[in-house]
């Protein structure tokens, strides 16, 4: 009746070769709902600007589709299903202990750092800036997901 994957795409090397499959072994009249995020849309709020997209830029490069939430309407399309719908959802985490436990921030930094997408002084600035707004009650952070479901005619 219905088939449905989440958080997943985003690590495989050809997704649209999982949604193809997803809908043959639906029924006809059968739903595939796939759940996603976008990490190109991830953003966190710093006065370093550069320094905070080169940093969101890197942690969508390290996933084989970071930016797969955007693809699931065409994806789905591709792969036979229609009545295609796509519902933006926005997790928004005001607390950086919860921004490490879902994005590892702050290794994220170190890692860029190692890498030479930043350097070592932008990752502690940047650092020691997030840990100053948690303090302060001022951390933002957020990422969409796009949740798409399509039928099988």
């Not at 202990?97 to 702050?106: K, Q």
């Not at 994220?108 to 650092?127: L, P």
Request: aromatic content about 8%.
């Amino acid at each position: 009746d219905a088939c449905r994957i989440e958080r997943t795409l985003q690590h495989v090397p050809d997704p649209g070769l999982v949604l193809t499959e997803m809908a043959r072994v639906t029924r006809p009249g059968g739903t595939v709902l796939a759940v996603e995020p976008d990490w190109g849309t991830f953003v966190v709020d710093s006065d370093f600007t550069n320094v905070s997209r080169r940093l969101a830029h890197f942690w969508c490069d390290s996933f084989r589709c970071g930016w797969i939430g955007r693809r699931l309407g065409r994806l789905l399309a591709a792969a036979g299903l229609v009545g295609v719908e796509i519902v933006p959802l926005s997790l928004v985490l005001c607390r950086l202990e919860a921004a490490e436990a879902v994005y590892s921030l702050l290794e994220t930094a170190d890692r860029a750092a190692a890498d030479g997408a930043v350097s070592a002084a932008e990752a502690t600035s940047f650092a020691d800036e997030q840990r100053r707004r948690d303090t302060a009650g001022t951390f933002f952070s957020s990422l969409t997901f796009f949740m798409a479901v399509g039928h099988k005619p």
